[in-house]
């Protein structure tokens, strides 16, 4: 059961990175998008850790919130 449900969350967060239009804009190049991911970790572990993870947060929920608000 843990499996599928790790394997579950692993799909999820893939689709987040098509969602966000990563696959597109990096023409499916993994290296690029793991770059790019690792330039995302390195400023969330920055000095500015906590406005730059709560900004990220906030745009994110908006995304979300603008998506299903287009769903409806």
């Known amino acids: 059961m843990r499996r599928k449900e790790r394997t579950r969350h692993l799909i999820e967060l893939g ?7 990563l696959v597109d804009l990096t023409d499916d190049d993994r290296a690029t998008l793991y770059g790019a ?17 709560a900004l990220w947060k906030r745009r994110g929920k908006r995304a979300f919130d603008a998506e299903a608000e287009g769903a409806a």
């Open 15 to 21: 689709g987040l990175v098509q969602k966000a239009g």
């Open 37 to 53: 991911m690792l330039e995302l970790a390195g400023r969330a572990r920055g000095e500015d850790a906590g406005d730059v993870l």
